[in-house]
Structures are given as C-alpha cells and as structure tokens.
C-alpha cells in the first residue's frame, strides 16, 4: 500500500463522506439543523452568513468585541443591512444587560456575535444573551470559531439559528474549510440563488447540494482539507467533547491561577475569561512588542493582543492540544521571565506551583 502523503495525489475524499462529516459536526454541537461545508477558511463562512442574510429593510444588532466582529457588521451593511454596532470596551466582554437595553430600543430582526475571542481571552455571556434574543424573537448568529471545543456551544438548546465554526481554533485541526449551521427559519429568510452559484451564498449551497442529496459538495474540493477535518474528528470524537471542554476549562482555571500568583491583576474577572486564551498584562510604559521581545527563545506561542487593546496584553496560548500542563507551565514560566526582564517584580515559583496544584487537583 502507498502511503498517503499531503501532495496533489492525495486520495479523493468520497463523496459520500460529506455529507456524514457534516452529521458528526451537527451532533457535537447539539443540533437537528442543517450543516453545512464551506470550502474556505471560516472568515469566508462567516462572510457568506453577513452576505446571505443581509438585506435591504434588516435592522441588525451587532456585537463588536474584536476586529472580527466590526467586519460582521461591515458585511451586513454591504449586503444592504441597517447595522447597529453595540462596541464594548477595548478589550472587554460585552454585558447581558447592553444587550437587553439595545434590544428594548431598537426593532431588530438579527442579532449576531463572537463567543470567545482568541484576540484578547475574553468571553462573551452566550446563554444569557441567546435567551435574551430568543424571547424577542430574533433571530442570532453566533461566530463559534473559537470557541466551539473550549465552551459548550448547544446549539438547540441555546436556540442558535445560524453558527459558524472551523477546526483551526480549539478543535486543533487545519484551516482549508468550515462549517456552519443553519436553522429552518435562517434558510427561509436567505437571499435567494444567483445565477451563478457564489461561494458566498448560502442559498447557491443548498440548492447545489442538500437539494441535490448532500452527495458530492458543488465545484472541486480540495481532498487533502477534508481528510484532515475528519481526522480532527476522530480525535475530538475519540477524547470525548465533554472531556475536551474539560480539559480547557482545568488549562484555563490553571493559567489564571498562576498569573494571579506571579502578583499580576487579572485582565479580566475569571467568569469573563475564555477558556482559550488567557490576556496577560503588560506593566505601564512598555508595549505588548517590548514585552514579547523579553520573552525567552522559544516562547513563540504568546503574542501581542489584536485590536483596540492589543498593546496592552500578551495572550497565553492554551487553545486546542496546547491546553494541557506543559504548555501553560512553560508559557507561564516564559511570561514570568520577561515581565522580570522588565522590572517587574514576580514570584515565578508560586505562579508554577498554583498552577500545577490546579492540574494536580483536577
């Protein structure tokens, strides 16, 4: 037998495996709706979701805690949409309450929102603002691209019409495609199919292929990009997702134990953290760029923030196989070197011992 290798004569992907790709993404993420395979990286998913539910006469709510979330309403509005930005802090979640405000002002019929941001480490109050949307009858859109892995993201039982995920985040896989699932009101509401299919229509992708019997996706997939999304199944599937989410939240738990024990205030309050990434603080009068700079050889899994509050913090990387005890002692260890190399006064010994005992007690 040849060995499979990642070149042009890669083994085709049958085209019976989509469609049971995408029924293995629709039971991670709790839900009877319909999902579909984007061949694209899951900026493009997202894109298409603004582009296919944006119109004329739409008045959105849009929750902009990241770039990611400005480019959403940037999307919508091209689509012709009327776009009300609800803009947090730099570098903060977004409250439950501006939400219920917002929506007790405006008639909106869409709402949409990042979960998690991988830019900054903070979490958004999904259930809280789900339900929120629900008994005003509007319809949501939820970018899960992050988060889906790290935070439970049910989407039945969150009522999540439209919800965008890619398995380059915390699922640890590659970034060639995406998925997205759509509830039946979602579809009703679609612009309708061009005449010529579109990569950003969602409509121009049922009709080409639910309609068709969910055989062979529409154009020419790549079949390197779908081995490896189903080879990151097998793994979540064989970890166990309530495991998986687990696993982040005891990572999570473990890095912001440490970072308080190195005597560093929090970036946020641990109900308003993901379980992805944790912000850690620059000290006043250095730049994110100075304090990676610091960093020892190696550590390149912290990073500058993205976005308004970029230069203010540093993320500590525990997303998908990176959320497990090397890693964030390592990257705590790291972040306590350079903030030392600063000037900062730190206690590394007692971050790295408040960390473990977190993974040891779990």
């Known amino acids: 037998m040849i060995p499979w290798s990642p070149l042009p004569d890669a083994p085709d992907f049958p085209a019976s495996g989509f469609a049971q790709l995408a029924d293995r993404i629709a039971d991670l993420l709790g839900t009877r709706n319909d999902v579909v395979l984007v061949q694209a990286e899951a900026v493009v998913a997202l894109e298409a979701a603004a582009s296919s539910l944006g119109r004329p006469g739409l008045v959105a709510l849009n929750v902009v805690t990241s770039l990611y979330g400005a480019w959403f309403g940037g999307w919508l509005r091209h689509a012709g949409a009327t776009v009300i930005d609800l803009t947090a802090e730099p570098g903060r979640p977004i409250t439950a309450q501006v939400v219920a405000e917002a929506l007790e002002t405006h008639d ?215 959320a497990c005890p090397a890693v964030v002692l390592s990257e705590l260890a790291a972040y306590a070197g350079a903030l030392a190399r600063l000037g900062e006064t730190v206690d590394c010994g007692a971050g790295l011992a408040a960390a473990a005992s977190v993974f040891e007690g779990a």
């Open 108 to 322: 909106i019929g869409l709402l949409a929102m990042v979960h998690a941001e991988s830019a900054t480490g903070i979490l958004n109050p999904l259930p809280e603002i789900m339900a929120l949307a629900q008994k005003a009858g509007v319809m949501t859109v939820v970018d899960a691209v992050a988060s889906f892995g790290g935070h439970p993201v049910p989407v039945d039982a969150l009522g999540i019409d439209v919800a965008v995920i890619g398995p380059q985040k915390t699922m640890g896989g590659q970034a060639g495609c995406s998925a997205i699932s759509i509830s039946p009101r979602a579809w009703d509401v679609m612009n309708p199919a061009g005449e010529a299919p579109s990569i950003l229509s969602l409509a121009d992708l049922k009709a080409g292929w639910i309609d068709a019997g969910r055989g062979a996706l529409p154009g020419t997939p790549s079949p390197i990009e779908f081995h490896a999304l189903a080879a990151t199944l097998d793994r979540i599937e064989a970890e166990g997702l309530t495991a998986m989410l687990t696993r982040h939240g005891v990572a999570a738990q473990a890095m912001r134990a440490g970072v308080a024990a190195l005597g560093v205030m929090p970036w946020v309050a641990p109900e308003h953290a993901s379980n992805l990434v944790t912000a850690g603080p620059v000290p006043e009068g250095y730049s994110a760029d100075d304090l990676t700079r610091a960093l020892p050889q190696g550590a390149t899994m912290i990073a500058p923030g993205v976005g308004p509050a970029g230069e203010r913090l540093v993320r500590l990387n525990h997303t998908g196989p990176r």
